[in-house]
Structures are given as C-alpha cells and as structure tokens.
T-cell receptor
C-alpha cells in the first residue's frame, strides 16, 4: 500500500552543523507535504510545508526540498541547536481520494551533541 | 495565538469503560483530524471532519466514534476500552479541506488499566 517513510531512524549531529532529514514516499498522487517536529510527550509542531508544484521552500533556518521524480523529501536544518533535538516526521496528503488525511511517515530522532 | 485545545490532558480508565476526548480547533478552522500515537510510534490517522461532515476515515476501531459539532469542536468517543487503546491521542485542525497547514494540540494521554 501507499506509505511514507524515513530512511534513518536516528541522526546525531554536532551543535552548529547542518542537519538533513530524509523522507521517501510512494504515493505518486501526493501533492502536499508537511514537516513536523515532536518533542517527547508533546503534539507535533508544524515546521514547514511544500506543495507539489514547488521543488524548494525556505523558512527560518529550515529548507525543504522535494524531488517528485524519485518521490523524495528532505528537511535541512541550518546551524543545528540543542533545542532542535526531537523526532521529525514528514506527512503527506494525496489528491486522488485523499480527502482530509495526513499520512505520517516513520519519525527520525535528531540528537544534537554539544 | 490561539492553538488547538484538547481535553482532558490525561485520562485513566479501566478496561471495558468508555472515554470521551474533546478537541477545540483553532478559531475559523473547519477541519479536524484525530490521530493515535503509541509509544515510539508514528501518529496513526483515525478520522477527519470537514464542515461537520466526516471527510476521511483511517484505522479507527468500530468501538470508536467521532463527530464534529456546529461550533466545529470535535469529540472522540471510545467504548469497551482495551489495554491496547492506551496511547496519546492528538487532534489537529486546519482551514479548508485541501492543502493548508494542519496544527496539532498537545494531546490526551489515555491509560487503560
């Protein structure tokens, strides 16, 4: 079936380095993607979104890249800080029959080392 | 800014009991989503509503039901609770029924004993 998943379950980076979190999706009908950050015991926090008519979108210290050809999404965090430590999820919505359903992929635990 | 409000934050129930979780979306948001998240797992989509009508349905057990009311708040009703229902339950809201940002509440932690 269709799914969204991440390649790496845990990512460790040094403070100040850039982080790249990847996400693969298999539903070619997906046309909207959101990255969420989730801290332990808290709700997912919206970081950035991107629509399928875009390849790149930038926010504050974050950039999302979308490669529709290979169905790949990435989140880049610049100058990673200890406060960035959390689990990151990508989520997608599909055009065909998607309704209102955000499908989450497997999270990646980002650990920032001092 | 106002966020999604969920209540209660914590709930302890015994097996076979019922539970009702409430979600108050961000003002002017007309779409609500419900998710279940077990320990160390991804949020699993349960059900969503748009303009008070069910919009999409995921892996929601038949023992669960939900609705969205005229003021756009939503309630998730859970009956015949099982130990496996213990999880974090999140609600999210968005405006419109297509590609707009969805924001999550802080969740309700349900423990079934």
């Amino acid at each position: 079936g269709e799914s969204v998943g991440l390649h790496l379950p845990t990512l460790s980076v040094q403070e100040g380095d850039n982080s790249i979190i990847n996400c693969a999706y298999s539903n070619s009908a997906s046309d909207y993607f959101i990255w969420y950050k989730q801290e332990s015991g808290k709700g997912p926090q919206f970081i950035i979104d991107i629509r399928s008519n875009m390849d790149k979108r930038q926010g504050q210290r974050v950039t999302v890249l979308l490669n529709k050809t290979v169905k790949h999404l990435s989140l880049q965090i610049a100058a990673t800080q200890p406060g960035d430590s959390a689990v990151y999820f990508c989520a997608e919505k599909a055009r065909a029959g998607g309704g209102n359903k955000l499908t989450f992929g497997t999270g990646t635990q980002l650990k920032v080392e001092l | 800014a106002a966020g999604v409000i969920q209540s209660p934050r914590h709930l302890i129930k015994e097996k076979r009991e019922t539970a009702t979780l409430k979600c108050y979306p961000i003002p002017r948001h007309d779409t609500v989503y419900w998710y279940q998240q077990g320990p160390g797992q991804d949020p699993q989509f349960l059900i969503s509503f748009y303009e008070k009508m069910q919009s999409d349905k995921g892996s929601i057990p038949d023992r669960f039901s939900a609705q969205q009311f005229s003021d756009y708040h939503s309630e998730l009703n859970m009956s015949s609770l099982e130990l496996g229902d213990s999880a974090l339950y999140f609600c999210a809201s968005s405006r419109g029924d297509r590609n707009t940002e969805a924001f999550f509440g802080q969740g309700t932690r349900l423990t079934v004993v």
